[in-house]
């Protein structure tokens, strides 16, 4: 499942997680938490979806569906976050990946969760994952955040739930992904010398984390997973809008 904003260019937000869902051999279910205007270069506004509007989408699906595992990308905030997860909580036992969507690639700000630790804590604890990228942890830690400490802040964070921090938080190792789990560290290494950039990349690769849990895998390797498929979509084409395969037979250059 996929609980997220609806982006009518489909290179993010619930419209890409299901596209993606789709590749991993898992039925994907879509949850508007936003409404947006945008394409993949510019973007404008914003509609959120309260609470109750998000929990009224979700409760006949999981009345009749035994649903493995969702994915949270864009929401309004701490607030309407919380009562999400809780009712998902109450009502199924599937695993809770966060993408904590704070800046369109379009520029638009969402959120200022600077030092949102004591926020998040109470969330934090439901989750099975959170995928920062290294702005969206340095907005989170806020002042914690002291330049070069940003793999102390993840390990700070992953007291309370496993941080996967996206690549590019060190300019020598661009493309690295390391996921935090307690005290242990796992790096993912790029597997192709050069990609090409996509909207919505972020999205995707959480929402290719969600689908391998679904299926049943470790987080390392539902991690390991995601990176394979996530440099694919990439290399789909050289545009900012890419194809969703799991093997990409064809180039398709715009």
């Not at 898992?26 to 404008?44: I, K, P, R």
């Not at 964070?157 to 996921?179: Q, S």
């Not at 049943?216 to 990439?234: D, M, N, R, W």
Request: net charge negative; aromatic share 10%.
């Amino acid at each position: 499942m996929s609980i997220a904003g609806f982006d009518p260019s489909a290179g993010a937000g619930v419209l890409a997680d299901v596209k993606c869902f789709e590749q991993h051999d898992v039925y994907g279910f879509g949850v508007c938490s936003a409404l947006t205007v945008q394409s993949d270069t510019s973007f404008y506004k914003t509609d959120w979806i309260d609470a109750n509007g998000i929990i009224e989408q979700l409760k006949p699906l999981l009345d009749k569906f035994d649903v493995k595992a969702a994915k949270i990308g864009l929401i309004r905030d701490t607030d309407v976050l919380l009562e999400v997860v809780e009712y998902l909580k109450e009502h199924s036992s599937m695993k809770l990946v966060l993408d904590p969507v704070i800046k369109a690639s379009a520029g638009y700000s969402f959120h200022d969760w600077s030092d949102a630790l004591l926020r998040f804590q109470p969330i934090l604890g439901h989750l099975d994952l959170l995928t920062p990228n290294a702005e969206e942890m340095k907005s989170l830690g806020g002042t914690a955040f002291v330049e070069d400490s940003i793999d102390v802040l993840a390990m700070e964070w992953a007291k309370y739930c496993p941080v996967l921090l996206k690549g590019g938080h060190i300019e020598e190792e661009t493309g690295t992904d390391c996921l935090f789990i307690e005290k242990d560290r796992f790096t993912f290494k790029p597997e192709l010398p050069s990609v090409y950039q996509k909207h919505g990349s972020g999205c995707v690769l959480s929402a290719s984390i969600t689908a391998n849990l679904g299926h049943g895998h470790s987080l390392p390797v539902a991690c390991q997973k995601a990176k394979t498929y996530i440099e694919t979509f990439l290399n789909s084409n050289h545009g900012l809008l890419g194809y969703h395969r799991l093997i990409a037979e064809t180039n398709h250059d715009r």
